[in-house]
């Protein structure tokens, strides 16, 4: 993993870095700059960053309500990918989840992200439903995953050995 990274819980005054990288990384499905800033303040919603060297690397929020979670958003920049730092978002925010009294999570993702979609199954999320054409303006459809709480994360070396 990169040296000098660290996560933190984030807040409204990181909201111009979260949009700069949204803007990087989901591109045409980017959030808006006021999204981003409610979804930072409002209520039943945790955000955390990833730092390097003072600067903003990726992001992830939940929302929980009852016994329930719905990961809002996971981004990781893309010097980053593969190193295990989207994961390390993921149980974050699933810690905060269950610190919460949550006992599933829920999530949607992109149907034509299988890195995603990877490291959900690989965290024990499964597929519900699809969301026909979800996201726009691309039309891609959204898999709709659900876990239950805590997380239980499969390992690799025992799904190579079957």
Known sequence: MSANVMLAPAAESD??????????????????????????TASY??????????????????????DEADVQTIAVSAELRGQGWGKKLL??????AVSQGAKQIFLEVR???????GLYQHSG???????PQYYQPAGVD??????????????IADAQNR
């Open 15 to 40: 909201a111009a870095a979260v949009f700069a990288l949204e803007q990087q990384i989901f591109t045409e499905d980017a959030w808006s700059l006021a999204l981003i800033k409610d979804e930072l």
């Open 45 to 66: 919603r945790r955000y955390f960053k990833l730092e390097q060297d003072a600067k903003l690397v990726g992001y992830a929020g939940v929302l929980v309500v009852g």
């Open 91 to 96: 149980q974050r925010l699933a810690d905060e």
């Open 111 to 117: 149907a034509d992200n299988p890195a995603a979609i």
């Open 125 to 131: 999320f499964k597929q519900i439903a699809v969301r």
């Open 142 to 155: 959204a898999l709709i995953m659900r876990a239950q709480l805590p997380l239980k994360w499969k390992e």
